[in-house]
């Protein structure tokens, strides 16, 4: 079926259990899923909880990856949404498993937004980029943007 | 099933098309929802893209709501996901649904993470804060992790 937009559930199991509490570490990796599929980053937002656990954002220009881990029981969800034909989802979800020492991962593939009633595939604005705005905050994501 | 986090998928079809253009009101009703789903708000980052389209992410302390808009079909695409037992995320959804005026949503309620063979609730981590604590410190919780 055509959607307007691609969603991987990707369930991580029985990871690397300190590396699901690093910050740096998880969000790095988070980060490098979304080069390696070719995603254009535009914003990253991680956050470190007490006692332990991670949750962290990597807004792209085609949608946004996102996770949250539970270092205590080796446990990390993961969400791949991306729109657009170039980005490659899958890759970022084999480079999770792989970074995340996973030995037991699972991933669900989720078609968003089946609009058309033939099984029409609708056509996308290709490239979004991001709107000129004023805000201080969004100046600085947009100089983050490779 | 018990699972670690509730993730609702909500397809907002059919929705006022212009609200889903418009960012500083998309931002609203989300930073709204999360609000009225009891969640506790740790960081708020949308963005409006060109031509057209918001994408946007309130990241909670029980995990994060994100929204991701196509104005052109009148279609927002809206995850929910929670932990712990206090939120309601469906409370959230339903808001969202009246909100953005949709008059096709449909919802998918999806458990993540579920672990436990004999369908045993894992105890969670209640109200989780964000660290603020040196690196060192870190460390030691490190080795608290199972």
Same mark, same amino acid.
């Given at each position: 079926?055509? =959607?307007? @937009?691609?969603?991987?559930?990707?369930?991580?199991?029985?990871?690397?259990?300190?590396?699901?509490?690093?910050?740096?570490?998880?969000?790095?990796?988070?980060?490098?899923?979304?080069? %390696?599929?070719?995603?254009?980053?535009?914003?990253?937002? *991680?956050?470190? *909880?007490?006692?332990?656990?991670?949750?962290?954002?990597?807004?792209?220009?085609?949608?946004?990856?996102? %996770?949250?881990?539970?270092?205590?029981? @080796?446990?990390?969800?993961?969400?791949?949404?991306?729109? =657009?034909?170039?980005?490659?989802?899958?890759?970022?979800?084999?480079?999770?498993?792989?970074?995340?020492?996973?030995?037991?991962?699972? %991933?669900?593939?989720?078609?968003? @937004? %089946?609009?058309?009633? =033939?099984?029409?595939?609708?056509?996308?604005?290709?490239?979004?980029?991001? /709107?000129?705005?004023?805000?201080?905050?969004?100046?600085? /994501?947009?100089?983050?943007?490779?």
């Amino acid at each position: 079926m055509h =959607g307007l @937009g691609t969603h991987l559930l990707v369930e991580l199991k029985a990871c690397n259990t300190k590396l699901l509490n690093d910050l740096k570490k998880v969000e790095a990796i988070m980060v490098d899923a979304a080069k %390696i599929a070719n995603a254009t980053i535009v914003g990253v937002h *991680f956050h470190k *909880f007490s006692p332990f656990g991670i949750s962290g954002v990597v807004v792209i220009a085609e949608s946004h990856l996102s %996770i949250h881990t539970w270092p205590e029981y @080796g446990y990390a969800a993961v969400d791949i949404f991306t729109c =657009g034909d170039v980005l490659k989802p899958e890759v970022a979800a084999d480079f999770l498993v792989e970074r995340f020492q996973s030995k037991h991962p699972s %991933i669900i593939e989720v078609r968003r @937004g %089946i609009l058309s009633k =033939g099984n029409v595939k609708l056509p996308h604005k290709t490239v979004p980029t991001i /709107e000129d705005v004023p805000a201080d905050d969004r100046v600085k /994501e947009l100089q983050m943007v490779p």
